[in-house]
């Protein structure tokens, strides 16, 4: 009999929501929907850093990389996750190439919990098509670009302290086999 993924939450280590959770991977992988559920589950607060920026900036993704490129967006990402950390413990859903970043990346992994989530390139493709937003995907192929990005990233977000696969199942599926991730997961800072 299949676990119901909306059960009660287990047993997770009060120092684990003392501090804040950090969602990463490729886009498509879930991170604002399950941030979302999984803030929730663990009464934590949630934040998208995609929606930060855009609030701080006054103006959309997309407007930004067409207005001022890349780079620029990347540095204003770190500053806003920067400050998102500092404050009180939330979840926090990252835009796929923040963990990229290596001064973002160094400090996602110094302040936080990181969890990768890992998804399959269909599930990806499948779930991306649902909105036209994304700046990288303008005018070219989602899977191309998504294989592209993988080859580059994955062993970027290896670097999370924990992955969690998120496949085509409902969203609850994969909030549920976060909770499970961090019901045993040790901090190896904490051990002597």
Known sequence: MARNPKSPALAIDPAI??????????????????????AQRLG????????????????????IFAKFGEAHFRDGERRVIARLLAGKPLVLATGGGAFINDET???ILKDSLCIWLDADIPTLVERVGR??????????????????????????????????????????HTVR????????????????
């Open 131 to 172: 909105r036209s937003h994304r700046p990288l995907l303008k005018d070219r192929d989602p899977g191309q670009v998504l294989r592209e990005l993988a080859a580059v990233r994955n062993p970027i977000y290896a670097e999370a302290h924990l992955r969690v696969g998120s496949a085509s199942d409902p969203h609850d």
């Open 177 to 192: 086999a976060i909770l499970e991730a961090l019901s045993t997961w040790e901090d190896p800072a904490c051990k002597s």
């Open 105 to 107: 990346r160094a400090l």
């Open 17 to 38: 929501r003392a501090r804040p959770i950090v969602l990463v991977g490729l886009m498509g992988a879930g991170k604002s929907t399950v941030g979302r559920r999984l």
């Open 44 to 63: 934590m607060a949630f934040a998208d850093a995609d929606d930060e920026i855009e609030r701080a900036a006054g103006m959309t993704i997309s407007d």
